[in-house]
């Protein structure tokens, strides 16, 4: 049994199952809701969270191309096709799409799918070799950590924009 692995597939379920909870009594107009013009919603960070792990698990550690792409899940925002979520203008942000949560997750379920079938293989020489992030050179300890760090981050963004909305526990 690979320990290293396990755990962090096990902190990545964990993360999930949370996400999910969170989400799960949310009505439309909560999931798409703003503090202010200058925020993003609860959509929009799902969305992000979803490309982020299958960008940095399907293209960066397999160096394969996006689910969002190989299996058309952008056709329903073609706007979106080539985006990721990062450097967001406040007009991408503004005309960001009302995207359907329960289709959302499922693309997202392919994701995670995706990233336990990675964690049973991957090997720690895997994870010692070099992969390209962006213009960077980065090992795949560190797509790991960045994976935990970012879906994380976000999660607690959706937990506080929960809590704005209803409060404690509700």
């Known amino acids: 049994m690979n320990y290293f692995s396990e755990s962090i597939k096990s902190g990545l379920n964990e993360y999930y199952k949370i996400l999910n909870q969170s989400l799960d009594t949310l009505t439309e107009n909560e999931l798409i809701w703003k503090p202010n013009l200058h925020s993003n919603n609860i959509i929009f960070l799902v969305w992000h969270m979803a490309l982020v792990e299958d960008n940095?698990?399907?293209?960066?550690?397999?160096?394969?191309?996006?689910?969002?792409?190989?299996?058309?899940?952008?056709?329903?925002?073609?706007?979106?096709?080539?985006?990721?979520?990062?450097?967001?203008?406040?007009?991408?942000?503004?005309?960001?799409?009302?995207m359907e949560i329960q289709w959302l997750i499922k693309y997202y379920d392919f994701v995670r799918d995706s990233t336990n079938n990675l964690l049973e293989k991957i090997t720690e020489y895997d994870l010692s070799l070099n992969y390209i992030f962006g213009v960077n050179t980065v090992t795949g300890y560190f797509v790991l950590g960045r994976l935990i760090t970012e879906l994380n981050q976000h999660l607690g963004q959706i937990s506080y924009l929960r809590g704005m909305m209803r409060g404690l526990n509700k």
């Open 56 to 98: 940095l698990v399907n293209k960066v550690l397999l160096k394969n191309e996006k689910f969002w792409i190989v299996n058309n899940y952008y056709e329903k925002y073609p706007c979106l096709k080539n985006q990721t979520g990062f450097g967001f203008s406040q007009q991408q942000l503004d005309e960001f799409p009302k």
